[in-house]
């Protein structure tokens, strides 16, 4: 088990990747509070071993549990949610996502901009695979 105590790191913008702490709260907003945006990859490490999960959209995501990576990929609620949606929000029909986990360990000495390049390259070339002449 990756040993990341708390620590994770998403690309927000695109363009850097910025590291975040899980911080505990005192009320309900504990899970939220600690949601971030994940453009195209977030990640967890310790000494020895990484991992690493590539994303096709934007979405949201944290380290809720030690050594573990969690996306959110619908917001669903039913009424008033306190996090700005003053209705209930459900967005129907499914949703397809495609994602590129990679480990790695500590010699291979990746940085976490070149998985960034390494997912374009995937999903260029998913895309071609994928798509029509």
């Known amino acids: 088990m ?5 620590i994770f790191y998403t690309d927000a913008n695109g363009v850097e990747l910025l590291r975040r702490r899980w911080t505990e709260g005192v009320d309900r907003l504990n899970i939220p509070a600690n949601y971030y ?11 020895q071993t990484a991992m690493t999960v590539l994303n096709d959209r934007a979405q949201g995501g944290s380290s809720i549990k030690e050594g573990r990576l969690e996306l959110a990929l619908n917001r ?3 009424g008033n949610d306190m996090g700005g949606m003053t209705l209930g929000l459900d967005i129907p029909g499914e949703t397809e996502v495609e994602f ?3 480990f790695e360990t500590a010699k291979a000495n990746q940085s976490l901009v070149s998985m960034r390049d390494l997912f374009a390259k995937l999903l260029r070339k998913s895309s071609s695979i994928a798509s029509p002449l």
């Open 100 to 102: 590129f986990l990679h």
């Open 37 to 47: 945006p994940v453009t195209s990859m977030i990640s967890i490490r310790d000494e």
């Open 76 to 78: 669903k609620t039913a």
């Open 2 to 6: 990756i040993v990341n105590e708390g």
